[in-house]
């Protein structure tokens, strides 16, 4: 297979000048992912993934994070539809407003789907390269898609994962157009969050002083994404990143990860270690639920970094309004705002929030895209 120059080598035989773009092409024409690199007996970073030293600031690659004292609240849903329903609501509220992130646990997926759903995206990433290299795709008409580093051709700096997409936001795509290895396992997670996805519609309602099934009505969380990363074991984590600090531009994200840890999130002006909790599912609040909740609950910044320890796995469910809801204008609900609490964002429909999103480059260099929709006066 291709590989590609470590640092410090040069990118072509005849001198030392580096061609970003043709490093780039030659990686994504491997399709072999970082994995491959791995695989193909790298010990340096390539120059492609090293990072400017702002993107790496305050890494912790080999820690546990213990050390800071915090961690992400836990929620236990253990009775939230009788007797406990209060305390639930209350503790979803409280971690929204301080945290953006929450554990949740007893939340009715079975463990043996989600080590199964873990499993079977590990199983695909390790499979020979000329097995998955079929899948790989930048095609966003896809169902399914294999590939490393979505904004390859964009970002300053790739980063050290792959990724696994399943697009369930007009309900399960062809079984055919999904490999039969991680088929079965991922389309019967999905079945089990769109449960899940409807009892916090209801809970997270209340938490905002709402009747339960307003933001159900409104449609904002009614399309799902499964965006699926592999982290390789990494060389020199010093240098490069598995994914760059940002925050979501969903209305509420679910997280199912195995037990290497390396997710980060910035809290109280620190990076703080997410610890994984067996069996836990890993909440956090998007861009669009700060916007609706007009900054009562709190979309955080996030990141994770590359490990020498792993492979890390996690799968993201993005939870986002339905095709038919993507063009209807979001704003801050008119319950929340009165003459002390006036409107801090503009409307807009999530469509033309992601589109700025993606070609602003939150995902790319890490800075917000929310205060691009204050009204004038909240500057």
Sequence with gaps: ???LP?????ITCSGPHYDRAKEAKEFDETKAGVKGLIDSGVTKVPRLFIHPPQNLHNLSPDTDGAATGLQVPIIDMRGYQDCRREDV???LCRASETWGFFQIINHGIPVNVMNGTLEAVKQFHEQPEGVKREWYSRDNAKKFRYY???DLFRSKAATWKDTVYFDFSSGAPDPEAVPLICREPVFEYERHIEKL???LSELLSEALGLDSDYLGDIGCMESKRFVSHYYPICPEPELTIGTINHSDASFLTLLLQNHHGGLQIRHQN??????PVPGAILANIGDSMQLVSNDKFKSVEHRVVARKAGPRVSVACFLVPGETQKSKPYGPIKELLDEDNPPMY?????TE???FYLSSGNGLNGESVLPHFRVSESK
């Design 89 to 91: 609501v209350n503790d």
């Design 270 to 275: 620190q990076w703080i270690d997410v610890c």
């Design 148 to 150: 490393s580093n979505g």
């Design 197 to 199: 996805k409807k009892s």
């Design 1 to 3: 297979m291709q590989t």
């Design 353 to 355: 929030y992601f589109g």
């Design 346 to 350: 503009r409307e807009t429909t999530f």
């Design 6 to 10: 470590g640092h410090g080598e040069p």
